[in-house]
C-alpha cells in the first residue's frame, strides 16, 4: 500500500516521502538528514527525487541524496536548477517503478517559471503555488499566471488532496477571516487548525474543496470578498483584478 509522510524540514518545509514495499521516492528535500534518517529507520531505499521547482529549499539536499543514492531528479530543466536530470514539461507522464503510479506533469508558472505540479488520481505535488488558504508569492512572471496556475489546481477533483511543501495553513487564515470575516467555513478552519498544531499534527494535505471553501485566492468571485476589497478602494471587479488586489495586500499584511 502507498504511504505518503510529511518529512518536517528547515523552518516549516514538509518534505513528502511516498513509499511502497521497501521503495521509496522524495519530493522537494530542502535538506538531506531527516529524508536519510527516516529512510534508515524505516529500511527504505530511495528511487528518485521529485522536484517542483529550483527555490533552494526545495533542492539543497538533493546533492547530499544523490551522493548516497544515485537516482534520478525529475523536474523542469533550468539553468539555475543543476540537479534536475530527467526534464519534465507539460503533458509528459511519469511512471513510477515499484509504485504502480503515473504522474501528470503541468507546468504552473507564477511563483517561479519552472514551478511544475506531479498529478496522479487522488492527490497532487504542488510546491509553493498552492498553500492551506494561501497561495505563493509572484517572485517570476504575471500575476495572471499566477492566477491560472491556481485556476488549474482548483479544476482539479475536489477530493484530490493537496501537497503543499509548508506549514503555512495557520499563518494564512487571518488574511482569509479578514476577507471573509462571516464565511463560517474559515471560521471552523481556524479551530481545526489550532487543533491539529496542539497536536503536533500538520494542516497539509488538504483537500481541493477546502480551499474552494476556505482560500481567498481562489474566491475572486465572492461577494463578501469582494465587498472587502472595494472598501478598500478596489473599483475594478474583475477576477484578475480582485486576485491581484488579494496578493498584493496579502504581501503587506
Not at 538533493?62 to 514539461?89: A, C, M, Q, W
Not at 512572471?141 to 488532496?161: F, I, K, N, V, Y
Not at 503555512?168 to 471552523?188: K, M
Request: glycine content about 6%; some cysteine; aromatic content about 8%.
Amino acid at each position: 500500500m502507498l504511504t505518503i509522510t510529511a518529512i518536517p524540514a528547515l523552518q516549516d518545509n514538509y518534505i513528502w516521502l511516498l513509499r511502497h514495499e521497501g521503495h521509496a521516492v522524495a519530493v522537494d528535500p530542502g535538506e538531506a538528514w531527516p529524508v536519510l534518517e527516516f529512510l534508515r529507520q524505516n529500511d527504505l531505499r530511495l528511487d528518485a527525487i521529485l522536484c517542483t521547482h529550483r527555490h533552494h529549499d526545495h533542492v539543497d539536499g538533493i546533492d547530499e541524496l544523490r551522493g548516497v543514492y544515485n537516482v534520478p531528479v525529475y523536474g523542469r530543466s533550468h539553468p539555475k536548477n543543476p540537479h534536475v536530470t530527467h526534464d519534465l514539461r507539460e503533458g509528459d507522464r511519469l511512471s513510477l517503478a515499484g509504485f504502480d503510479l503515473v504522474f501528470d506533469i503541468i507546468e504552473l508558472p507564477g511563483h517561479l517559471d519552472d514551478h511544475i505540479a506531479f498529478v496522479a488520481p487522488g492527490m497532487v505535488f504542488c510546491g509553493d503555488i498552492l498553500f492551506g488558504a494561501g497561495c505563493g508569492k509572484n517572485f517570476e512572471g504575471t500575476s495572471a499566471q499566477l492566477h491560472h496556475s491556481l485556476q488549474r489546481l482548483a479544476a482539479l477533483p475536489e477530493q484530490t488532496l493537496a501537497y503543499s511543501a509548508h506549514e503555512y495553513t495557520g499563518y494564512n487564515l487571518p488574511f482569509a477571516l479578514a476577507c471573509e470575516p462571516d464565511n463560517p467555513d474559515i471560521q471552523r478552519r481556524i479551530a481545526d487548525t489550532r487543533a491539529l498544531r496542539a497536536g503536533n499534527q500538520p494542516s497539509v494535505p488538504f483537500t481541493i474543496a477546502l480551499e474552494k471553501a476556505t482560500n481567498p485566492f481562489l474566491r475572486c468571485n465572492n461577494p463578501e470578498l469582494i465587498r472587502t476589497l472595494q472598501a478598500r478602494g478596489l473599483a475594478d471587479t474583475s477576477e484578475l483584478a480582485v486576485f491581484t488586489a488579494l496578493r498584493e495586500w496579502r504581501d503587506r499584511f
